[in-house]
């Protein structure tokens, strides 16, 4: 089984920055498609950020970019979500994800491996 431990959230002012981790075990993940979604109060759960297995391709929701960075350690079955410049609409449940298949398939939501989440709040 994979489980996904997401760590890192917390309440931050707008502007500021924070890092979420998301640690796996029971399995190894190096050829995962790994990312990350978040789901807003209120509102329904949407695609935040992804990596492949390798690094070699990522892709960020068109909100964040230039914003939020993501990337992983395969050694440490870790990935990462750095979030800066973080404004009061970014408040919301983050959840980790992975899933043996494409990016694309990752971000669609339909085969994924899911973490628990962590909050995070952005205060005006």
């Known amino acids: 089984q994979v489980q996904l431990v997401e760590s890192g959230g917390g309440l931050v002012q707008a502007g500021g920055s924070l890092r979420l981790s998301c640690a796996a075990s029971?399995?190894?993940?190096?050829?995962?498609?790994m990312g990350w979604f978040r789901q807003p109060p209120g509102k329904e759960r949407e695609f935040v950020a992804a990596?492949?297995?390798?690094?070699?391709?990522?892709y960020r929701a068109d909100s964040v970019k230039g914003r939020f960075t993501i990337s992983r350690d395969n050694a440490k079955n870790t990935v990462y979500l750095q979030m800066n410049s973080l404004k009061p609409e970014d408040t919301a449940v983050y959840y980790c994800a992975a899933s043996r298949g494409t990016i694309g398939t990752l971000t669609s939501g339909r085969d994924n491996y899911w973490g628990q989440g962590t909050q995070v709040a952005v205060s005006s």
């Open positions: 029971g399995r190894t993940l190096s050829s995962y498609s």
């Open positions: 990596i492949s297995w390798g690094s070699a391709a990522t």
